[in-house]
């Protein structure tokens, strides 16, 4: 679906005009927009549209090879195509009601989501899902909390369902995280952001509100060394954005930031953690522990030892 009106913002998609399409992975879209080349046109791609054309899916590597080769000046952290080169955008919550019309998985999603600020991105916003796609959704704001309210709800009355034993085993490998198995599923049990609707997976993602991502950009600091710190959060209000940020009470660092969406509402307002990642320091002085200063973020992990002392006890 394209916007003319709405600024284009974290998880929304688009298209240039060659057909490729990308994932935003960023809300500072002025003039260049943030994104990660995703399909990409291919006459055996397993993948098509519903004008019959086929794609299929980029790997991450592979799209960055692509992006240096094809579009060099595209180049960055992340792809930064020009707005004049956008042929389409697509917005998860503008096409929600249109999905559901044909789609009885996201349908049922919107039902118990309803009232909310509610989306769907990923394959199935573009066009190139299937039935049996994990289904991507996207709460805006601060619907969000009262969004996993509403899954937790919906698990007990059985409208959905919780993951099974095997699916969280394979979140867990396919995260690969620094912790151990019973470490990762105490965490992620009380997030709600995950779930089964008949067979598929689904998740919740959050993002800002465009009052909220209004002249918010994340900033490039000086890397510096691998350190581990135990803080306490100050603030957890975006512990669920994309990048995750806690706020910290700490002598060296005023945040503790993962880029991984493994340690996304890791902890809580009060809690005691562990963090170990890379220092950064930026230029108005603020430093952060970043967390996920690599795709793989290996030996890197954020744990709330309240939680896990709280199941010690």
């Not at 669920?240 to 005023?254: F, G, I, K, R, T």
């Amino acid at each position: 679906m394209k916007s003319t009106s709405s600024p284009i913002r974290l998880r929304d998609f688009v298209r240039d005009s060659n057909d490729w399409i990308y994932s935003v992975a960023a809300y500072d879209n002025d003039e260049t927009v943030g994104c990660l080349l995703r399909y990409i046109p291919d006459e055996n791609g397993e993948r098509v549209d519903p004008s019959g054309n086929r794609y299929r899916k980029v790997a991450f590597e592979e799209a960055y090879e692509i992006i240096a080769r094809v579009h060099p000046s595209y180049v960055g952290l992340m792809h930064r195509i020009p707005l004049t080169d956008i042929a389409w955008v697509y917005k998860p919550d503008c096409a929600v009601s249109t999905l559901a019309e044909h789609d009885t998985q996201v349908h049922r999603l919107s039902e118990l989501f309803s009232g909310l600020a509610f989306g769907v991105t990923g394959s199935r916003l573009v066009g190139l899902g299937s039935s049996d796609s994990d289904i991507d959704g996207v709460v805006y704001g601060f619907d969000f909390r009262a969004a996993q309210v509403r899954l937790k709800e919906g698990i007990k009355q059985g409208i959905v369902s919780d993951l099974s034993d095997e699916l969280w085993e394979a979140v867990y490998k396919k995260r690969d995280p620094e912790l151990s198995y019973d470490e990762f599923f105490v965490h992620e049990a009380r997030k709600w952001n995950r779930g089964q609707i008949d067979e598929t997976y689904f998740d919740l993602l959050y993002v800002r509100s465009y009052a909220e991502m209004m002249n918010y950009h994340v900033p490039v600091g000086k890397k510096g060394e691998i350190r581990e710190i135990e803080a306490v959060v100050t603030d957890d209000r975006y512990a669920y954005d994309s990048p995750a940020m806690y706020l910290v009470n700490h002598v060296e660092y005023d945040a503790v930031v993962s880029f991984t969406h493994t340690y996304s509402g890791q902890a809580l307002i009060g809690e005691r953690i562990e963090a170990r990642g890379v220092a950064e320091t930026h230029a108005d002085g603020t430093r952060w522990l970043v967390i996920g200063s690599t795709r793989a973020a290996k030996g890197e992990y954020i744990r709330s030892l309240t939680l896990l002392e709280s199941f010690q006890s």
